[in-house]
Nanobody
Framework: QVQLVESGGGLVQAGDSLRLSCAASGRTANIHPMGWFRQAPGKEREFVAAISWNGGVTSYADSVKGRFTISRDNAKNTMDLQMNSLKPEDTAVYYC???????????????????WGQGTQVTVSS
Protein backbone atom coordinates (compact mmCIF):
# COMPACT_ATOMS: atom_id res chain seq x y z
CA GLN A 1 0.00 0.00 0.00
CA VAL A 2 0.99 3.59 -0.61
CA GLN A 3 -0.22 6.68 1.18
CA LEU A 4 0.35 10.17 -0.21
CA VAL A 5 0.01 13.38 1.79
CA GLU A 6 0.20 16.84 0.24
CA SER A 7 1.11 20.02 2.06
CA GLY A 8 2.05 23.61 1.32
CA GLY A 9 -1.14 25.03 -0.15
CA GLY A 10 -2.55 28.36 0.87
CA LEU A 11 -3.94 31.73 -0.13
CA VAL A 12 -1.61 33.99 -2.11
CA GLN A 13 -1.79 36.95 -4.46
CA ALA A 14 -1.17 36.85 -8.18
CA GLY A 15 2.54 36.79 -8.90
CA ASP A 16 3.42 35.06 -5.63
CA SER A 17 5.06 31.67 -5.22
CA LEU A 18 4.20 28.50 -3.35
CA ARG A 19 5.99 25.21 -2.88
CA LEU A 20 3.86 22.10 -2.55
CA SER A 21 5.21 18.89 -1.10
CA CYS A 22 3.99 15.31 -1.26
CA ALA A 23 5.18 12.69 1.21
CA ALA A 24 4.86 9.06 0.14
CA SER A 25 4.78 6.07 2.42
CA GLY A 26 6.36 2.70 1.71
CA ARG A 27 9.96 1.71 1.23
CA THR A 28 9.47 1.13 -2.52
CA ALA A 29 7.70 4.39 -3.30
CA ASN A 30 10.92 5.85 -4.68
CA ILE A 31 10.88 3.58 -7.76
CA HIS A 32 7.53 4.77 -9.05
CA PRO A 33 6.74 7.66 -11.39
CA MET A 34 4.72 10.43 -9.77
CA GLY A 35 2.75 13.45 -10.84
CA TRP A 36 0.69 16.47 -9.86
CA PHE A 37 -2.89 17.12 -10.92
CA ARG A 38 -5.36 19.84 -10.04
CA GLN A 39 -9.09 20.34 -10.07
CA ALA A 40 -10.92 23.65 -9.98
CA PRO A 41 -14.62 24.03 -9.12
CA GLY A 42 -16.78 23.03 -12.07
CA LYS A 43 -13.84 21.65 -14.05
CA GLU A 44 -12.42 18.20 -14.60
CA ARG A 45 -9.16 17.03 -13.13
CA GLU A 46 -6.23 18.50 -15.05
CA PHE A 47 -2.66 17.32 -15.51
CA VAL A 48 -0.02 19.66 -14.11
CA ALA A 49 3.36 17.92 -14.07
CA ALA A 50 4.95 14.48 -13.86
CA ILE A 51 8.37 13.08 -13.04
CA SER A 52 10.06 9.76 -13.72
CA TRP A 53 11.20 7.39 -10.99
CA ASN A 54 14.71 8.85 -10.86
CA GLY A 55 13.79 12.42 -11.71
CA GLY A 56 15.49 12.21 -15.09
CA VAL A 57 12.38 12.95 -17.16
CA THR A 58 9.74 15.57 -16.46
CA SER A 59 6.60 16.71 -18.21
CA TYR A 60 4.50 19.86 -17.79
CA ALA A 61 1.14 21.10 -18.91
CA ASP A 62 1.43 23.99 -21.36
CA SER A 63 -0.42 26.24 -18.92
CA VAL A 64 2.30 25.92 -16.26
CA LYS A 65 5.42 25.42 -18.37
CA GLY A 66 8.11 27.88 -17.40
CA ARG A 67 6.41 28.74 -14.10
CA PHE A 68 6.25 25.41 -12.24
CA THR A 69 9.07 23.00 -11.47
CA ILE A 70 8.59 19.41 -10.32
CA SER A 71 11.27 17.56 -8.36
CA ARG A 72 11.68 14.55 -6.10
CA ASP A 73 13.95 13.29 -3.37
CA ASN A 74 13.89 9.51 -3.41
CA ALA A 75 15.88 9.22 -0.19
CA LYS A 76 13.06 11.05 1.61
CA ASN A 77 10.19 9.70 -0.52
CA THR A 78 9.02 13.22 -1.27
CA MET A 79 7.97 15.10 -4.37
CA ASP A 80 7.74 18.87 -4.64
CA LEU A 81 6.09 21.35 -6.96
CA GLN A 82 7.59 24.81 -7.00
CA MET A 83 4.99 27.24 -8.33
CA ASN A 84 6.11 30.71 -9.38
CA SER A 85 4.25 33.62 -10.94
CA LEU A 86 0.94 32.24 -9.78
CA LYS A 87 -2.22 33.33 -11.58
CA PRO A 88 -5.86 33.31 -10.47
CA GLU A 89 -6.50 30.50 -12.96
CA ASP A 90 -4.08 28.34 -10.96
CA THR A 91 -6.64 28.24 -8.15
CA ALA A 92 -7.55 24.61 -7.55
CA VAL A 93 -7.13 21.65 -5.27
CA TYR A 94 -3.77 20.10 -6.08
CA TYR A 95 -3.28 16.35 -5.83
CA CYS A 96 -0.14 14.26 -5.93
CA UNK A 97 -0.36 10.83 -7.51
CA UNK A 98 1.78 7.74 -7.97
CA UNK A 99 1.91 5.18 -10.79
CA UNK A 100 2.24 1.66 -9.42
CA UNK A 101 4.25 0.39 -12.39
CA UNK A 102 7.84 0.45 -11.18
CA UNK A 103 10.30 2.46 -13.27
CA UNK A 104 7.62 3.43 -15.79
CA UNK A 105 7.90 6.63 -17.77
CA UNK A 106 5.97 9.81 -17.14
CA UNK A 107 2.27 9.97 -17.93
CA UNK A 108 -0.15 12.87 -18.30
CA UNK A 109 -3.25 10.67 -17.96
CA UNK A 110 -4.93 10.58 -14.56
CA UNK A 111 -6.33 7.08 -15.10
CA UNK A 112 -2.79 5.67 -15.23
CA UNK A 113 -2.10 6.70 -11.63
CA UNK A 114 -2.98 4.29 -8.86
CA UNK A 115 -2.62 6.21 -5.60
CA TRP A 116 -3.76 9.73 -4.77
CA GLY A 117 -3.33 12.14 -1.93
CA GLN A 118 -6.17 14.00 -0.24
CA GLY A 119 -5.35 17.27 -1.99
CA THR A 120 -4.20 20.69 -0.84
CA GLN A 121 -6.01 23.92 -1.68
CA VAL A 122 -4.23 26.65 -3.62
CA THR A 123 -6.07 29.94 -3.96
CA VAL A 124 -4.63 32.83 -5.96
CA SER A 125 -6.31 36.20 -5.66
CA SER A 126 -6.06 38.93 -8.28
Amino acid sequence: QVQLVESGGGLVQAGDSLRLSCAASGRTANIHPMGWFRQAPGKEREFVAAISWNGGVTSYADSVKGRFTISRDNAKNTMDLQMNSLKPEDTAVYYCALRWIAAAGVSESAHEYTYWGQGTQVTVSS
